[in-house]
């Protein structure tokens, strides 16, 4: 049961650490609680899909299929968080602002909330195929299998919870910092995505240029304990990454960060009172 | 203060590009049933790129993965899932099934 727990609770972290982010950024926002749960349903459903078909999109594009997915919906995940930067640059200060003064949600006009709504669907949907796969294993194995699925079932529960707790320490943070701090988070968060799509490219031997080891750092912090998955949803934490793993995260930065100066409205010449 | 970093990028891929192409793929076959790998050592050689192919002979899916050969597939009961890795240096790289730990353990030998 305790293993059950934490195979699920692993996978279920990286998506509750997500849409933890995504609730954050988009707070005094009306209409994200509708947007974010289309996004979360989304995902759920695919996942379903996902693990139903799981053997015929695992023998695609020659038994590549599962990490080709994996790879493509990362970097959709990226653009949408890319978009969403480049958006808030342009308009979070003006957001900001009006959410302080009236003190309510506001009407977020042309927000894309859609973007960070896929973004969560896309969270979901790939720790969850792997969740329902494996509670579906023990389901189907019969005898030993109702303790297991508890232990499975309240993992999946952690994985709300952490949402939960992200979610609370994010408001933690002062309204007027907020859009900067998880700014800064759905940077990082998209860089590491992308560098992960890279490990997937080169599983399915796609991308193998620049695939030696960097750095060797599992027997200090291993990728699988849980401060390690924490490390590697937030801030892209590889103990093994490839060198072409290093050049995706840095370039997603760059990229991401000259987005942002390039979508900034310019700098009036006026004097923002404190 | 982007173009250094991208240069620097552009040169690495240019320089790997040309030696990428050379590696030699080696096919390789093992089995899942029960829970457990067959066989549960795995030689392989070393310097070239691997293909395995991991039949789930059991009724469950399963997940092969290894922290060392940077892997992880999900393997649906009843089918054959393809990894990809490598080249290796020489050593030994241990690899299991995440849905049962317990028992579907083994290791992957690179001469």
Request: include cysteine; charged fraction near 15%.
């Amino acid at each position: 049961m305790i293993g059950a727990f934490i195979i699920v609770l692993r996978e279920v972290i990286e998506a509750g650490l997500i849409v933890g982010i995504v609730l954050a950024a988009t707070r005094g926002v009306a209409g994200r609680g509708r947007w974010i749960g289309i996004g979360v349903l989304g995902g759920l459903g695919g996942a379903g899909v996902v693990a139903i078909f799981a053997g015929a999109i695992s023998d695609a594009f020659e038994g590549s299929g599962q990490e080709l997915l994996n790879a493509c919906v990362l970097l959709v995940a990226v653009a949408m968080l890319a978009w969403h930067n480049a958006w808030m640059a342009r308009h979070g200060r003006e957001l900001a602002a009006e959410v302080r003064k009236v003190g309510r949600a506001v009407s977020a006009g042309d927000k894309p909330l859609t973007a960070l709504a896929v973004v969560c669907g896309i969270a979901v949907l790939r720790e969850g195929s792997e969740v329902v796969l494996f509670l579906y294993g023990i389901a189907a194995s019969g005898t030993t299998g109702m303790a297991l699925l508890i232990g499975g079932l309240l993992g999946v529960l952690g994985g709300v919870v952490v949402t939960g707790f992200s979610y609370l320490g994010l408001l933690t943070v002062p309204q007027r910092y907020i859009f900067s701090v998880t700014g800064v988070l759905i940077t990082l968060l998209a860089a590491g995505m992308a560098a992960q799509a890279v490990f997937y490219l080169d599983q399915a031997g796609y991308l193998t240029v620049l695939g030696k080891t960097v750095w060797d750092t599992s027997a200090f912090l291993p990728q699988s304990s849980l401060l390690g998955i924490v490390l590697h949803t937030l801030v892209g934490y590889s103990d093994r990454p490839s060198a072409m793993q290093l050049v995706a995260y840095v370039a997603t930065v760059l990229i991401m960060v000259a987005l942002m100066r390039i979508a900034a409205p310019p700098r009036r010449m006026i004097a923002v009172g404190g | 203060m982007f173009r250094p970093a991208f240069a620097v990028a552009f040169a690495m891929l240019a320089a790997s590009a040309g030696s990428a192409t050379a590696f030699e793929i080696v096919s390789a076959g093992i089995a899942l049933k029960d829970h457990r790998f067959d066989p549960q050592e795995l030689q392989v050689p070393a310097g070239k790129r691997i293909l395995l192919k991991v039949d789930n002979q059991d009724a469950t899916p399963e997940e092969f993965e290894s922290h060392e050969l940077k892997v992880e597939k999900v393997i649906p009961g009843g089918s054959t899932g393809t990894v990809r890795f490598g080249p290796l240096d020489p050593g030994r790289y241990p690899f299991f099934g995440e849905f049962n730990e317990s028992t579907a353990q083994g290791v992957v030998v690179a001469e």
